[in-house]
């Protein structure tokens, strides 16, 4: 099953069309929403999203559970099977980057820019896959695949609350919003814009709430940035400033500042 965009293709470069996110809600409608909404469903529905961060890291080694299964983003640089930026890593701000302590073999996105996460992540795999959904092979060793949703695990898949033990085991709770703006699909409006969902705001378009009712019936993670401004929107992040955002899943709401630490501010169990 496809899972597409909310309100924008992956494929879509920055800048084309308009920018306004008030404009791209209204012309999208909610076809395009129940559209993703499914897909968001479906790849949720694949993993058991309870236990993810207990899986044990060596079923990333290559041979265990074949060719083509995802590997360990840790065991890839540390065996030195590749090197950070020899596939596609993305790296806007150099040698600023978690990769290297991702121990899991969870694919994330190829950047920021993407409202969704069909068909824009990847994994490394070894060199024998021969299913790389249009990746390429890098050396002898490893190959990249676009990872395919509910076969593959995803960042994306990791629930708010087990996004945050992630970033504290890393030590990338120090930028709290960088892994998730690589792993979680993002909404094409604004946190103004729909608020009021939570009680936080006067008033708000129908169309958007109905599209808040499905986001949350999805049971998916979906960020939704403060501010889509200045060089947010995929310009090059996925946020503009003040660079925090929501995260909203299922009944709860979460809150990441850019710098500081996450919380959640709604609908959360002890």
Same mark, same amino acid.
């Given at each position: 099953?496809?899972?597409?965009?909310?309100?924008?293709?992956?494929?879509?470069?920055?800048?084309?069309?308009?920018?306004?996110?008030?404009?791209?809600?209204?012309?999208?409608?909610?076809?395009?929403?129940?559209?993703?909404?499914?897909?968001?469903?479906?790849?949720?529905?694949?993993?058991?999203?309870?236990?993810?961060?207990?899986? +044990?890291?060596? %079923? #990333?080694?290559? @041979? *265990?559970?074949?060719?083509?299964?995802?590997? !360990?983003?840790? &065991?890839? $640089? +540390?065996?030195? %099977? #590749?090197?950070? @930026? *020899?596939?596609?890593?993305?790296?806007?701000? !150099?040698?600023? &980057?978690? $990769?290297?302590?991702?121990?899991?073999?969870?694919?994330?996105?190829?950047?920021?820019?993407?409202?969704?996460?069909?068909?824009?992540?990847?994994?490394?795999?070894?060199?024998?896959?021969?299913?790389?959904?249009?990746?390429?092979?890098?050396?002898?060793?490893?190959?990249?695949?676009?990872?395919?949703?509910?076969?593959?695990?995803?960042?994306?898949?990791?629930?708010?609350?087990?996004?945050?033990?992630?970033?504290?085991?890393?030590?990338?709770?120090?930028?709290?919003?960088?892994?998730?703006?690589?792993?979680?699909?993002?909404?094409?409006?604004?946190?103004?814009?729909?608020?009021?969902?939570?009680?936080?705001?006067?008033?708000?378009?129908?169309?958007?709430?109905?599209?808040?009712?499905?986001?949350?019936?999805?049971?998916?993670?979906?960020?939704?940035?403060?501010?889509?401004?200045?060089?947010?929107?995929?310009?090059?992040?996925?946020?503009?400033?003040?660079?925090?955002?929501?995260?909203?899943?299922?009944?709860?709401?979460?809150?990441?500042?850019?710098?500081?630490?996450?919380?959640?501010?709604?609908?959360?169990?002890?």
């Amino acid at each position: 099953a496809r899972l597409p965009p909310l309100y924008r293709t992956s494929q879509q470069p920055p800048g084309s069309g308009s920018s306004d996110p008030k404009t791209m809600a209204s012309r999208s409608g909610l076809n395009t929403v129940a559209a993703f909404i499914l897909g968001a469903w479906q790849l949720t529905a694949a993993q058991d999203t309870t236990s993810l961060l207990q899986v +044990d890291t060596s %079923l #990333a080694r290559d @041979g *265990d559970l074949g060719a083509c299964t995802c590997l !360990g983003w840790k &065991h890839v $640089y +540390d065996s030195h %099977l #590749a090197n950070v @930026g *020899d596939a596609r890593e993305h790296l806007p701000h !150099g040698d600023y &980057h978690p $990769y290297r302590v991702l121990e899991e073999n969870y694919c994330v996105k190829f950047d920021f820019r993407s409202h969704t996460v069909e068909s824009y992540t990847w994994c490394y795999v070894s060199a024998g896959c021969g299913s790389l959904n249009g990746g390429d092979r890098v050396n002898d060793k490893v190959s990249w695949k676009t990872c395919t949703v509910g076969q593959d695990t995803l960042y994306g898949n990791l629930p708010p609350r087990d996004m945050v033990k992630l970033l504290k085991k890393t030590g990338w709770i120090r930028d709290p919003t960088l892994i998730p703006v690589m792993s979680y699909p993002y909404a094409a409006f604004e946190w103004g814009q729909v608020s009021a969902f939570y009680g936080e705001g006067s008033s708000m378009a129908p169309t958007l709430r109905e599209t808040m009712v499905k986001v949350r019936q999805s049971q998916m993670p979906v960020i939704i940035c403060d501010s889509l401004s200045a060089y947010g929107n995929g310009h090059p992040d996925a946020c503009g400033p003040p660079n925090s955002l929501k995260i909203v899943y299922k009944n709860e709401l979460w809150f990441f500042p850019h710098f500081g630490y996450p919380k959640c501010v709604r609908g959360c169990s002890p």
